[in-house]
């Protein structure tokens, strides 16, 4: 049974960095894509950034230039790099494990989230 871990969130001020883990467990991680998805209260489930079994990246507008996602096939985990956040990033932030792209459905597992708080 697949399992997808995430870890690193917290409270940070505008302008600040923070660094966002997801460790998978229970299939052959280096073979699917990873994603980062977010949800704050009230709001759809939206795409945030992914990256390919083979490593190809690609964001949301909203966080290009500001997001880095990579992954370590060694350790079974995907990481994102949250630079110059604002508090409109303020949500749960869930990883997906999955075929790839920018549609909820296009992952089959999923996390729990961690919760990323921005402040003014």
């Known amino acids: 049974q697949v399992q997808l871990v995430e870890s690193g969130g917290g409270l940070v001020q505008a302008g600040g960095s923070l660094s966002l883990s997801c460790a998978a467990s229970?299939?052959?991680?280096?073979?699917?894509?990873m994603g980062w998805f977010r949800q704050a209260p009230g709001k759809e489930r939206d795409f945030v950034a992914g990256?390919?079994?083979?490593?190809?990246?690609y964001y949301a507008n909203s966080v290009k230039g500001r997001f880095t996602i990579s992954r370590d096939n060694t350790r079974n985990t995907v990481y994102l790099q949250m630079n110059s956040l604002k508090p409109e990033d303020t949500a749960v932030y869930l990883c997906?494990?999955?075929?790839?792209?920018?549609?909820?459905?296009?992952?089959?597992?999923w996390g729990q989230g961690t919760q990323v708080t921005v402040s003014s």
């Open positions: 997906a494990e999955g075929k790839g792209g920018m549609r909820i459905d296009e992952y089959d597992y």
């Open positions: 990256i390919s079994w083979s490593d190809s990246t």
């Open positions: 229970g299939r052959t991680f280096s073979s699917y894509a």
